[in-house]
């Protein structure tokens, strides 16, 4: 069974449209992440929850709204999408607030706006 | 905030031989260091982590050493094998900051056969 699950894997899309990325963990884990990896390889933490709960927002632009129904699941949803958007995109969790960082990633979503 | 450095950026080794990864941080306020390995295409895997309580762990051929008074850690990996190859990030955290990481920049390391 995968531990942090996330779709699509792949997501090609035109300037200006609306997309969403799911993630869903199967760990137990209250905390959930959402990281952005440029195309140099840098990681970058953009959102974290714990227990539904928004804790780190970082300086992401408001086109991005993360949504945790419950704290199993932390979806991305991107407003009008721009070519500077393209990356992959993560989602990762940790056991508690007390862990210190995330403990397992998403397989990525690799983004493309065309 | 805080910034992390992470040195060398590239790194060949010889398999067999020994790997070394420096990094450096800013904020004496952080306390916990992870070591993430990332394999090409692949999603990073937490290999190691450390917390400032201790000043050395190790998990067979990987070991990470922590100097809290000159804010650096280092990731030691021996007996270098080819599935070594990858990417392998540095990071830290202020528990304050809600488990925000900040990430080094990244090492390529390539195991030659």
């Known amino acids: 069974d995968t531990a942090v699950s996330q779709t699509p894997k792949y997501l090609v899309t035109q300037m200006g449209n609306d997309k969403s990325i799911k993630c869903e963990q199967n760990?137990?884990?209250?905390?959930m992440y959402w990281y952005k990896q440029d195309s140099k390889k840098f990681l970058k933490i953009m959102f974290s929850?714990?227990?539904?709960?928004?804790?780190i927002n970082e300086t992401v632009p408001n086109r991005f709204s993360p949504k945790s129904p419950d704290k199993a699941h932390l979806n991305l949803h991107i407003n009008s999408l721009e070519l500077g958007d393209s990356a992959v995109y993560f989602c990762?969790?940790?056991?508690?607030?007390?862990?210190?960082?995330?403990?397992?990633f998403g397989q990525g979503t690799r983004l493309t706006v065309v | 905030g805080e910034n992390v450095e992470q040195h060398p950026s590239t790194l060949s080794v010889q398999e067999g031989d020994s790997a070394v990864i420096k990094c450096t941080y800013s904020d004496s306020a952080s306390n916990y260091f992870p070591w993430y390995k990332q394999e090409l295409g692949k999603r990073p895997q937490l290999i190691i982590d450390i917390r400032s309580n201790v000043g050395e762990k190790k998990d067979q051929r990987i070991a990470v050493t922590l100097n809290k008074t000159a804010k650096h850690f280092s990731l030691h990996i021996t007996e270098t094998q080819p599935e070594d190859s990858a990417v392998y990030f540095c990071?830290?955290?202020?528990?304050?900051?809600?488990?925000?990481?900040?990430f080094g920049g990244g090492t390529r390391v390539l195991v030659k056969p």
């Open positions: 760990l137990g884990h209250d905390t």
């Open positions: 929850y714990n227990n539904k709960e928004l804790i």
């Open positions: 990071a830290a955290s202020i528990p304050a900051a809600g488990n925000k990481l900040t």
């Open positions: 990762a969790s940790s056991q508690d607030l007390l862990r210190g960082g995330p403990a397992f």
